[in-house]
């Protein structure tokens, strides 16, 4: 299986890289800025940012830096909200079996079992019809992704839990490592407090697990996910029923 993905990234990278000295508020200013410049000014956008920001600006840069921001949100739809590497991958497949929750495309998986690894996945809605995952609302998939609920992960803590940008403001997360008695958690996403999961879920997995490794992995702009791993601390092996 072709990582797609990360081939789309790297053919915007440059792009990217042009904004990647700027801290959070300023890409923010910048985006405003231009937003306004080519709404209001469209024949005139270097001009307008060059007088906004009292120095030059490459305005083409930023119009395709936009563009590219567009397409993001058609990647992700397409084939993850994380954008994996060949480190990523190789780290799920050292820590096979695994089972993941909440797969989604099940795009992650589909690469890590052709890398290997042995991989069941699971979501709640899996998108095999358009419009029944908000996710994902093209119909398709990468993996054989079942449908199940949460607590199907009571059965699995045999394997590695992988959870890959589970939703935002959601207990999503929070309830599957509750449900979870494994030893080590496979989490790509933040700390919870802007794209993925919840820092009530963060904090919970910091009392209960230790963070083990970090695996850098590429980052659409303004979004800070990597991979980590959690090991459970005290674990001993449970049977499964």
């Known amino acids: 299986m072709e990582n797609m993905l990360y081939k789309a990234y790297l053919k915007e990278s440059e792009t990217f ?76 497949v050292k820590h096979s079996p695994i089972v993941e929750i909440g797969a989604g495309r099940g795009y992650w998986a589909g690469l890590a079992a052709s890398a290997g690894a042995s991989i069941i996945a699971f979501d709640s809605n899996p998108p ?5 995952n908000n996710w994902h609302r093209q119909p398709g998939t990468f993996f054989d992704v079942s449908k199940a609920d949460l607590d199907i992960v009571r059965l699995y803590s045999d394997r590695t839990l992988f959870l890959c940008w589970p939703p935002h403001g959601s207990d999503v997360a929070l309830r599957t490592i509750q449900n979870y008695k494994g030893k080590t958690v496979i989490y790509v996403g933040d700390d919870g407090h802007v794209s993925s999961g919840t820092p009530e879920f963060y904090k919970k997995m910091s009392t209960y697990f230790t963070l083990v490794q970090v695996v850098q992995i590429p980052k659409w702009p303004g979004i800070d996910d990597r991979l980590e791993v959690w090991q459970r601390e005290g674990y001993s092996v449970a049977v499964n029923i």
């Open 17 to 92: 890289r042009w904004f990647d000295s700027l801290d959070n508020e300023s890409l923010k200013q910048i985006l405003l800025s231009t937003w306004y410049s080519v709404l209001w000014n469209p024949l005139n956008v270097d001009e307008s940012l060059v007088a906004f920001y009292g120095h030059l600006i490459d305005a083409r840069s930023v119009v395709r830096f936009i563009k590219m921001l567009k397409m993001r949100l058609v990647h992700c739809d397409t084939y993850a909200w994380a954008i994996p590497n060949d480190e990523a991958i190789c780290t799920l």
């Open 128 to 132: 095999t019809k358009q419009g029944v």
